[in-house]
């Protein structure tokens, strides 16, 4: 009898082990992985569901071609600066069931791993603050009155 119940185990260990070793994922439960992605320091364009335009940050993974947009706060633990282009490694979870008119996708901050300040056209720097808009010709922040 004992050796029929090691023989009836070593099947099921060899099985556990293979599927813990393969790379399918089980889409029937929320998974994770660690990706590594560039946030630019230029704005991007995201529009919510009646068409309404925002600001938000322009985002590419690591091996994909194309850059998405992706709301300021969308980033876990992550403040973006308007300026900063980032390299990050974030925790990506993939949501099986994700609440209504939310995203199917969470990012988690893990590390920053690069951060550098790249000013475009329209940003002014001071020893102080990076501001981005109109300014004054002596270039003194402009106010609206």
């Not at 099985?15 to 393969?22: G, P, V």
């Not at 992605?37 to 600001?55: C, Q, R």
């Not at 893990?110 to 720097?125: C, D």
Request: a negative charge; glycine letters at 8%.
């Amino acid at each position: 009898m004992v050796g029929m119940s090691l023989a009836m185990l070593i099947p099921t260990s060899c099985t556990e082990k293979l599927n813990r070793n393969s790379n399918k994922v089980d889409k029937t439960k929320d998974w994770t992985e660690v990706v590594t992605m560039v946030v630019s320091h230029e704005i991007g364009t995201i529009y919510d569901m009646e068409g309404t335009p925002s600001e938000g940050m322009l985002v590419k993974e690591d091996g994909k071609k194309d850059w998405t947009t992706k709301c300021f706060g969308e980033i876990a633990g992550f403040e973006y600066v308007r300026g900063f282009e980032y390299h990050l490694k974030v925790e990506k979870t993939h949501l099986v069931d994700p609440p209504q008119d939310a995203s199917s996708v969470k990012y988690k901050l893990i590390e920053i791993l690069s951060e550098e300040l790249k000013l475009g056209e329209g940003y002014v720097m001071s020893d102080d603050y990076i501001h981005y808009g109109p300014t004054s010709n002596n270039g003194e922040e402009h106010r609206e009155t």
